[in-house]
Nanobody
């Protein structure tokens, strides 16, 4: 069982930056693939970025590539999402997710709101 708690959301002007954190419980955190998703009002939840347990492999949605960076600190059981050059269309609730080998992410956080004003 993994419990995920996100933090770091808030209101920022376009062009600004935010860093989201996701603290995970569980001694086997380092074996999980971690990811960030987001859901804007009236839209489907969408993938943002993921990082493998090894911290070597990362993958990003085209919409955030070059602006967002996902990283993890296995010693702190924490995954981060550094978001730079934010745009109003990045406004959404951001969710942290985790999985081991399953194709679907089976652990989710409660979400943190990110609002980017124009």
């Amino acid at each position: 069982q993994v419990l995920l708690v996100e933090s770091g959301g808030g209101l920022v002007q376009a062009g600004g930056s935010l860093r989201l954190s996701c603290a995970a419980s569980g001694r086997t955190f380092s074996y999980y693939t971690m990811a960030w998703f987001r859901q804007a009002p009236g839209k489907e939840r969408e993938f943002v970025a993921r990082i493998a347990w090894s911290d070597i492999s990362t993958y990003y949605a085209e919409s955030v590539k070059g602006r967002f960076t996902i990283s993890r600190d296995n010693a702190k059981n924490t995954v981060y999402l550094q978001m730079n050059s934010l745009k109003p269309e990045d406004t959404a609730v951001y969710y942290c997710a985790a999985k081991l080998s399953a194709p679907e992410y089976n652990y989710w956080g409660q979400g943190t709101q990110v609002t980017v004003s124009s």
